[in-house]
């Protein structure tokens, strides 16, 4: 049982450091890909590979051999990633808490507002390099072109995702009647009908790729609660660990007498005694 943290924590570490690969092997085939739709994941996964492959391999090291300073480097490197995580988690439930679908009556898909969105978010969108990268995500991705051989009665009937709702059509408000003198929603002027133009400079499809976004951060959310519970599991193995090495770097493995005093401890003197009294008996 003196081992068994040191033992836990070289396994798990191992583990994680074979999950690291191809962590860090998807992070380098996205920035390959042709399309730019997962751009926004590599920086991401790269990092994070890298990370966890350091620490894994520092706090395998650390516990399988006794290396005191590894493990001081794999708790300390820990806790910090511990803490960003906690930090994203909150961030992330804070800015994806606002905005939402509102239903159009008579159809079966929902309509996406920009102004319901989170502050921060809506900078975000609106920032041009940005909005660049991912209009061209949607172009490259063929999203619209799904919905080209859709009849009238389909639009009335089918769902659609945030992105083609918001990007692939004009508002189902709009009304394109010569005549009519009514003030309209501005992504009614926007809309083209050019395969690459269509709706991709409208409010309503930034706003369709925020609910996208938001989606996709409320199920990491969800990971990364599950992930903090592994991580802080794995980090309380982890002190016991580093407890057991700084511990044999002092104590007397296998009945060596190591005195750090001038005076040696109770167990010398008591091992003098047993070792005379046997010479006594034989």
Not at 104 to 132: F, M, Q, T
Not at 218 to 247: E, P
Not at 250 to 278: A, L
Request: aromatic residues 14%.
């Amino acid at each position: 049982m003196y081992r068994l943290s040191n033992t836990v924590i070289g396994f798990l570490n191992l583990f994680t450091l074979l999950a690291s690969i191809p962590i860090i092997g998807g992070g380098l085939w996205m920035a390959r890909s042709s399309t730019t739709c997962e751009s926004f994941l590599q920086t991401p996964l790269l990092v994070i590979g890298f990370v966890v492959l350091i620490i894994s391999l520092a706090g395998f090291i650390g516990a399988c051999f006794n290396v005191a300073w590894a493990l001081w480097v794999y708790l300390v490197v820990m806790l910090f990633l511990i803490a960003t995580l906690m930090g994203l988690t909150v961030f992330g439930f804070v800015v994806t808490s606002q905005g939402a679908g509102v239903d159009v009556p008579g159809r079966a898909y929902k309509e996406y507002h920009l102004e319901d969105y989170s502050p921060w978010l809506r900078k975000r969108i609106k920032d041009p390099n940005y909005w660049s990268n991912i209009r061209s995500c949607i172009l490259g991705s063929k999203t619209c072109a799904k919905l080209v051989l859709w009849t009238p009665l389909d639009y009335l009937e089918r769902d659609m995702s945030p992105i083609q709702s918001g990007c692939c059509k004009p508002p189902t408000a709009c009304n394109y009647n010569m005549a009519t003198t009514v003030s309209q929603d501005p992504d009614c002027y926007r809309w083209n009908n050019a395969p690459n133009l269509l709706c991709y400079e409208c409010d309503s499809c930034k706003a369709g790729v925020l609910e996208d976004i938001k989606r996709d951060w409320h199920k990491l959310s969800v990971l990364n609660i599950v992930m903090l519970v592994v991580l802080i599991g794995i980090y309380s193995i982890g002190c016991c660990a580093f407890q057991n090495t700084k511990r044999a770097e002092t104590d007397y493995p296998y009945g060596q007498n190591r005195m750090s005093k001038v005076r040696p401890r109770w167990d010398y003197h008591w091992w003098r005694w047993w070792h005379h009294r046997r010479e006594q008996l034989y």
